[in-house]
């Protein structure tokens, strides 16, 4: 799986970097690399533990916030991610 390919799951998931690197219980730092190619990923193994994490993560999320507000939260997540990866790559 390329960074790309990995980058647009993510995306369409509605996860932060942040978000995604507390579900597969990795750092901030190596999701931005796997997703910036330096880093190869196993397509198989990445969407096998991706799917359980996930599906482990909305859950307790959903019982613990309710259907309607985690998926607020996703959107309001997304739209943040989006504002700070166009704030990087402003050239100052």
């Known amino acids: 799986m390329t960074g790309?390919?990995?980058r647009d799951?993510?995306?369409k998931l509605l996860f932060t970097q942040r978000e995604?690197?507390?579900l597969l219980g990795v750092s901030v730092k190596t999701v931005?690399?796997?997703e910036n190619s330096?880093?190869?990923?196993e397509k198989e193994r990445a969407l096998a533990v991706l799917a359980l994490k996930i599906i482990q993560a909305?859950?307790?999320r959903e019982n613990q916030y309710g259907k309607e507000n985690v998926e607020a939260q996703a959107q309001t997540a997304k739209e943040k991610e989006q504002i700070e990866d166009r704030d990087a790559n402003i050239d100052i």
């Open 4 to 6: 790309t390919q990995f």
């Open 9 to 11: 799951i993510r995306n």
């Open 58 to 60: 909305t859950k307790k």
């Open 38 to 41: 330096s880093r190869a990923v």
């Open 20 to 22: 995604m690197a507390l």
């Open 32 to 34: 931005s690399r796997v």
